[in-house]
């Protein structure tokens, strides 16, 4: 079950407090923004849930939550997204044992790893795939041009691909770089957050698409 049709964007929040953050996110998702990953390292179950309940509940289906998975049900989220440290959880899949794998996504380091993956995630982020912007040490250090070579690898073993999206120093320039490898996403961050005008770098990056 594929989440996406075309190649979509997918915003990360910062780690740390923004002003006016829910009220940016808000105006986001009113100009076009289709999913949200909701990772605040350190959030508390309710911190995650004060922290959504700041955003208009006509966008909950669009957001995804990095902890606190019982607010997916709870607050009719869009999914939920397994980091690398806890993906082989047991614990964690009996959590989740009730959310459709189309609605779980998880992060890749590297194309082996995809390559590896027996699961039907929703989409997989890999990354970093430029340089990265809001961290100085996070190099690229994925091949680009392996997108379509990979993903057909693993849909001749396995009969299915997740959706592959690029994370780490996208920004406008990188968009078409991706599009044209094949990559059926990506993922902002530092590009949006480190914007004085978060919306307006938003719909510079939206544009290309």
């Known amino acids: 079950m594929a989440i996406f049709t075309l190649m979509h964007l997918i915003l ?11 009220q940016i996110i808000n105006s986001l998702f009113a100009n076009g ?4 990953h909701v990772r605040k390292p350190g959030f508390s179950y309710d ?10 509940a006509q966008y909950h289906e669009r957001v995804v939550v990095c902890g606190a998975f019982e ?16 993906r082989d959880d047991a614990a ?8 459709p794998l189309a609605h779980i996504s998880t992060s890749f380091h590297s194309w ?6 027996e699961r039907q995630y929703g ?3 890999i990354s970093p795939v430029f340089d990265s912007i809001s961290k100085a040490s996070y190099k690229a ?3 680009l041009q392996q997108c379509a070579v990979v993903r057909q690898e693993v849909v001749t073993v396995r009969g299915y691909c997740p959706q592959i999206i690029g994370l780490g120093g996208v920004g406008v320039p990188q968009v078409p770089v991706l599009q044209q490898n094949g990559f059926d996403g990506a993922a902002l961050l530092g590009s949006v957050w480190g914007a004085e005008d978060a919306v307006g770098a938003f719909l510079d990056i939206a544009k290309w698409l």
Request: aromatic share 10%; charged share 20%; hydrophobic share 35%.
């Open 12 to 22: 990360i929040t910062p780690d740390t407090k923004v002003n006016n953050e829910a």
């Open 33 to 36: 923004l289709q999913r949200l």
């Open 123 to 125: 989409y997989v982020f």
């Open 112 to 117: 082996q790893e995809v390559r590896g993956n």
């Open 92 to 99: 964690v899949w009996t959590q989740i044992k009730n959310i």
């Open 47 to 56: 911190e995650y849930k004060e922290y959504i309940s700041n955003i208009d």
């Open 71 to 86: 607010l997916y049900s709870e607050m009719g989220l869009g999914g939920v997204h397994l980091n690398s440290h806890i």
């Open 141 to 143: 250090a994925i091949d």
